[in-house]
């Protein structure tokens, strides 16, 4: 998938995570989740899965509803750092490195 057209909401990168770190899973195990750790009725989740079907972030297969990763974390993560470097520091990599310095990361 083209690293530009990756692109969660909060939201949908925490029930990512989840479904990251604990797949094969199932909707409803999802919607369990959210529910303990961030409140959310059912309804929310299976929104939110639904947006992540539609990115073509996640495929529901049946029977069971369970909920499939089609982008691995890790290209998620690539995508939120070339947009990170390419819109707030315009492609400068040592201008990135450099803030990162100064706010206490080591590279």
């Keep these: 998938m083209d690293t530009e057209t990756i692109k ?3 939201a949908e ?3 990512m995570c989840f ?12 919607a369990a989740y959210a529910l303990e750790k961030f409140n959310w009725k059912k309804n929310t989740t299976y929104t939110v899965i639904k947006r992540l ?14 909920v499939v ?3 691995e974390k ?6 939120a750092a070339v947009s990170l470097l390419t ?3 315009d ?9 990162l310095k100064d706010v206490g990361y080591s590279l």
């Design 8 to 10: 969660l909401f909060d």
């Design 13 to 15: 990168w925490n029930l």
């Design 19 to 30: 479904i990251w770190g604990n797949q094969p899973t199932t909707a409803s195990k999802a």
């Design 53 to 66: 079907v539609d990115k073509k972030i996640l495929r529901r297969d049946e029977p069971g509803f369970f």
């Design 69 to 71: 990763p089609l982008v």
């Design 74 to 79: 890790k290209e998620v993560q690539q995508a």
């Design 87 to 89: 819109k707030r520091f």
């Design 91 to 99: 492609g400068d990599m040592e201008s990135l490195c450099s803030t």
